[in-house]
């Protein structure tokens, strides 16, 4: 029997750090600010630690209650958690990786005035992440989904005297707030038709029912809901928007969550329903194209970014969409695993990424770089470590998920093989690109002399005070160590051994012996995914190291088409005609001119002439003359005795 674990402690640590720095590190040091986030934060990850030991091997998963919640008729919902094999990936991934992020925020953020204010916005996020992954049901899973919105409302736009990291902050804030409106439908219909709102008990009875493959009935609507919720959190098509702004954050907020965390929740929420989902092939379909299509079109914007984090941006919404495909061709495990995967080397990409930028004084254009591999070789040694990993090139973390999502798919539709496999071409690409426009040739940047006077950097030739520099070992360490997990993550993947410990949650799924033994067919199919991550470097090398005057040659021939895809295909200026600005006007015209200053504010000010009007006139009854006192009172009386009379009469 499984000892108690002390679940709580997990969240509640992050949170005790965020309040302690929120009330009093405004007025203590740095070191007291640095001290209570990292030692919360790294209790937070060695608790988890010592509960998976404690839970492990695990096989019946661990239900810890807290208290009584929601009582109303026949529902009620408690504050509980509840931990299995796929909470443990989560959780170890969340404090783990996040761990290592706030060990790289102290550098990163040492000089900025908010530097208390980041730590315990960053432990405040922590806790709604924590409490999201290890909810026992879908509303305290909504308490956490809510909170690391808000998180990262407070993050995004934390330098919010910037009017794009403000506006960054609100646009995530109000495309989340849409899919969760479909979240939240789908919890009323759970409710309604099941109940409840705890897992075991909505997927105990979910399994009996048949699979809705005649048409669309209440499943597949609940599937379909909880994919809009998912692809807010997770930004698919329509709902990725948000994501390439939310860069206008701290870089590593956009490593914590753009990358390792936050936007993995909606991928997450399929898996964790995916008794539902099995048995709504509608809706899995319907996870499949959207993640396919995201991967893919995404990528292609991905290509002509010359920011490196949005560059960086747009490879986390197309890395999103694999695990969206995954989980839509039923291969929940592959999705996991992937995600797992693309939080050690996402993560090392955006905090090498912040490394960088912090190394070339906060300049973010690639088409500025360049030749920094002289400056900061530990730097671009793991981020190298992170490209090859998410190109897929083996035997690196990511070619062990991807080529498994790919495999999947193939097994499924040779279409979303094909897709995901020319993504994973354009993935190699712009990856490459974004490594040799940064690490290779000459430094284009600004260099600052001894006399504090800035100019362009000519070649390598100019090396004078203040040329590019590595960045603190406080920085340095978590990319090491997320390095090391990017190259040997994967092979947890080895013989499906991740698939067979996700098994107890997902089940084995049927042909999973044949899988399992590769066979030439898997074999060759991994080759081929590695060719075309391999031809991917090389036309990057060709372009961008070789002939580097390629690009420009082609942009001008393709005009208007690399036009397109350089602003991103102008969704966010169609979406602002369609729906942005419509909303606002409306607003404007109607709410605010209509309705607010015409209706209320002139009812308010009507209101209080008449009441000014009326007080004037009453206040003349107050004169001071006792005799008119008297006067009043005794009409007064003879009206009330007068009305007394009549009414005893009229009985």
Request: proline share 3%.
């Amino acid at each position: 029997m499984t000892p108690n674990l002390n679940l709580w402690l997990i969240p509640v640590l992050p949170l005790a750090g965020a309040a302690i720095n929120g009330f009093f590190g405004k007025k203590s040091s740095r070191t007291a600010v640095t001290s209570v986030a990292l030692v919360f934060c790294g209790a937070a990850f060695a608790w988890a630690l010592i509960a998976v030991a404690r839970f492990w091997p695990g096989d019946v998963p661990y239900q810890e209650f807290f208290a009584h919640w929601i009582r109303s008729g026949m529902f009620s919902a408690d504050f509980a958690f509840y931990l299995d094999r796929l909470s443990v990936v989560m959780v170890l991934v969340v404090t783990g990786v996040g761990f290592l992020i706030h060990i790289y925020s102290v550098g990163y953020m040492w000089e900025d005035p908010g530097y208390y204010r980041f730590f315990s916005y960053l432990n405040l996020f922590m806790f709604f992440m924590l409490t999201l992954v290890l909810a026992n049901n879908y509303l305290v899973m909504f308490i956490g989904w809510e909170g690391v919105g808000l998180a990262s409302y407070l993050l995004i736009g934390f330098w919010f005297t910037k009017d794009s990291a403000a506006s960054a902050g609100k646009k995530a804030f109000i495309v989340n707030r849409i899919g969760d409106f479909g979240f939240l439908i789908g919890l009323f219909l759970l409710i309604q038709h099941f109940g409840s709102l705890n897992f075991v008990e909505v997927f105990n009875q979910v399994q009996p029912m048949a699979t809705e493959t005649a048409g669309a009935g209440l499943l597949t609507a609940i599937g379909l809901l909880l994919t809009v919720g998912a692809c807010g959190k997770s930004a698919q098509i329509p709902l990725y928007v948000w994501l390439p702004d939310a860069m206008e954050g701290p870089t590593p907020v956009s490593a914590l969550i753009h990358a390792a965390t936050m936007v993995t929740a909606g991928v997450y929420m399929v898996a964790r329903s995916h008794v539902i989902f099995e048995r709504a092939p509608i809706a899995l379909t319907v996870v499949a194209l959207i993640g396919t299509l995201t991967a893919f079109f995404s990528a292609t914007i991905g290509v002509a970014q010359t920011d490196i984090k949005k560059v960086l941006a747009y490879s986390t919404v197309s890395q999103l969409g694999y695990m969206f495909m995954a989980c839509g061709v039923g291969a929940f495990s592959a999705g996991i695993f992937h995600l797992m995967t693309h939080a050690f080397f996402k993560g090392l990409l955006f905090l090498g990424a912040g490394s960088v930028i912090h190394a070339v004084g906060g300049e973010q254009d690639m088409r500025k770089m360049g030749g920094l591999r002289s400056y900061i070789p530990i730097t671009f040694f793991t981020m190298l470590i992170a490209t090859f990993a998410i190109s897929g090139i083996w035997p690196f973390a990511g070619f062990w998920s991807k080529d498994e999502i790919l495999w999947k798919a193939y097994q499924t539709n040779w279409v979303y093989w094909f897709i995901g496999l020319v993504t994973a071409f354009i993935t190699s690409f712009y990856m490459f690109r974004l490594l040799f426009m940064t690490f290779w040739g000459d430094y284009h940047g600004i260099h600052v002399d001894e006399h504090g006077h800035a100019h362009a950097a000519h070649g390598d030739a100019d090396h004078g005070h203040g040329e590019p520099h590595e960045s603190p070992m406080v920085m340095l360490a978590p990319l090491i160590v997320l390095a090391v997990l990017s190259f040997i993550g994967g092979f947890v993947g080895y013989h499906n051994l991740f698939e067979h410990f996700l098994a107890p949650v997902f089940g084995t799924p049927e042909g999973a012996s044949a899988a399992e033994s590769g066979g030439s067919t898997e074999l060759l199919f991994q080759v081929i995914s590695v060719a075309v991550a391999l031809l991917g470097a090389m036309l990057a090398w060709i372009f961008y190291v070789s002939k580097p005057y390629l690009p420009e040659n082609i942009a001008e021939t393709l005009g208007g088409l690399y036009r397109a895809v350089f602003n991103k295909y102008y969704v966010d200026e169609l979406y602002a005609k369609i729906f942005v600005n419509p909303l606002v006007k409306g607003s404007t015209n109607v709410l605010w001119q209509g309705i607010d200053r015409s209706v209320i504010d002139n009812t308010v000010n009507d209101a209080a002439d008449g009441a000014r009007h009326v007080s004037d006139e009453v206040r003349h009854m107050q004169s001071g003359n006792l005799r008119s006192y008297a006067g009043w009172i005794a009409a007064g009386a003879a009206i009330l005795i007068a009305y007394m009379v009549w009414l005893g009469a009229s009985r």
